[in-house]
Structures are given as C-alpha cells and as structure tokens.
C-alpha cells in the first residue's frame, strides 16, 4: 500500500478549506494518481530476475496476450497481462478529514484471471486475489508500491495542478 498526503488543511480558512476538501474527492484525482503510480512502476524492472521466470514468461507469452505496451520480456516486471496493474489503477482510495486527505494506492481482493498455456487452457492452480499476488511480490524483494522521489513530485504537482483547475470554476 502506498499513501499520498495533503496536510495542513486546518490552515486555511473555512469557506476555502471546504472548497479544497470538496475538490479532493473529485474522481480525476484516483484516476491521476493512479496513472503517475502505474507509469512508475511499468518503468522499473524487477532487480533481480531467475532464469525460471524469464522462461515461465516465455512460456505463458504464448498462451496469454499481454496488454500493455510496455511489457518487455527482457526486462521483468509485473506488467505481463497488465491486469495486476489496471487494478491498482482503479483502486486509488481517497480519505478526507478536517485537516488533512489522503489518497491510498492498494490492490483490491478481486480475483486475477488465470493465465492459460500456449494450448488456451488455463494453467492449474487456484485464482489468487490482486492483493495476495501483491503481497507474495513484495514478500520476494521486490516494493513497486513505493514512491520514487520523481513520482512523489509528480504526484504533487498533478494534485496542485487539478486543485487549481477545479478551484478557479
């Protein structure tokens, strides 16, 4: 899970702090952050690959179109299908409070499709949630939820930006 903060609310004035607060649960603001957060991590290889998951990818690439235009088979990440990704995207919560808001970047407990082998069939096992493969991701070394100081900045510049925009209406 991933937090973006918007603090110090409590020091503006209350006709404006409404105005703001209001502001903050517009809908364009999950989907921004959303974006900013998975461009991030569609950028960013996965340190350290094995050689069995680079030919487990090869494998499944026949069976199992993958949907973003920046999976790269030689440099992993979790952008194989984009499914992973297009779910965190859409999870993009927003908290807001007297004096501060917060947006949470977190994976939902919606079952991920199965892959399917070159032959079309799926692959066996049970169907993991979002939030399990996150989990297990994470659990091996590897934190795409976190914040590189580029996307921090990013990120506050797209919520000044917005804010501005839907303030001056």
Do not use: C
Request: net charge positive; aromatic share 8%; proline share 4%.
């Amino acid at each position: 899970m991933a937090k973006v903060k918007v603090t110090n609310l409590s020091q503006l004035g209350t006709e404006l702090r409404k105005k703001v607060t209001k502001s903050l649960r517009d809908e364009s603001f999950r989907k921004g952050i959303g974006e900013i957060i998975v461009d991030q991590i569609q950028d960013e290889p996965v340190p350290v690959t094995s050689k069995a998951t680079k030919a487990w990818r090869e494998y499944l690439e026949k069976g199992n179109k993958p949907l973003s235009p920046k999976y790269d088979p030689e440099n992993i990440n979790i952008t194989f299908t984009g499914e992973q990704l297009n779910d965190l995207k859409s999870n993009v919560k927003t908290r807001v409070g007297s004096t501060r808001a917060e947006f949470v970047i977190e994976h939902s407990t919606k079952l991920h499709s199965k892959y399917r082998k070159p032959n079309g069939k799926p692959v066996k096992g049970s169907r993991k949630t979002y939030k399990q493969i996150s989990e297990f991701i994470i659990a091996k070394g590897y934190n795409y939820l976190r914040f590189s100081r580029k996307s921090k900045d990013r990120v506050a510049e797209f919520i000044q930006e917005r804010l501005f925009e839907l303030l001056s209406k």
